[in-house]
């Protein structure tokens, strides 16, 4: 699927998308994590886990970086599962853009304009944009999924 940008989505991108959907048991993703390929050319998978640790993911998702240490931006899809007492439990999908302070002024702009498609693409209705790991805080991605409810 090629995009505005020029960044092309890898079939890989959509398929793990839909495993974390529509996938069931103990092999199902609780997140996905993606990037724009060196080059510049694909959006590619990074990582998809099972692992139910939200500080798990955070870490993970924050320790991307380049060779000479410096933050790289990323996306990611997270499957947040919340509780809304008699109403039931409940799990949404958010996408996460993650795009440090520190991330150069070109690859921001990649992000940004890739930002839109890769979502509509993977079909994920809620989103939150960070730039500073506070702004990942656990009570904020389970207000975006909950609609404010929790």
């Not at 699927?1 to 959907?21: D, F, K, Q, Y």
């Not at 008699?86 to 991330?103: A, C, H, M, N």
Request: hydrophobic share 35%; glycine share 6%; aromatic share 8%.
């Amino acid at each position: 699927m090629s995009m505005s940008s020029g960044v092309v989505i890898s079939n890989e991108c959509i398929t793990a998308s839909r495993s974390l959907r529509f996938g069931r048991g103990p092999q199902k993703p609780r997140f996905v994590i993606y990037k724009i390929s060196d080059d510049e050319t694909t959006v590619e998978l990074c990582e998809s886990s099972g692992e139910p640790d939200y500080e798990v993911f955070l870490q993970s998702l924050c320790a991307a970086a380049d060779s000479t240490g410096k933050p790289m931006p990323r996306y990611a899809a997270y499957d947040v599962e919340y509780d809304l007492g008699e109403d039931g439990k409940r799990s949404r999908l958010v996408f996460i853009s993650w795009v440090p302070q520190e991330t150069p002024l070109k690859l921001c702009m990649l992000y940004a304009t890739t930002k839109e498609q890769l979502r509509n693409a993977l079909d994920i209705k809620l989103a939150i944009h960070a730039d500073t790991p506070d702004e990942l805080e656990w009570r904020n991605l389970l207000s975006v999924a909950s609609g404010g409810r929790v």
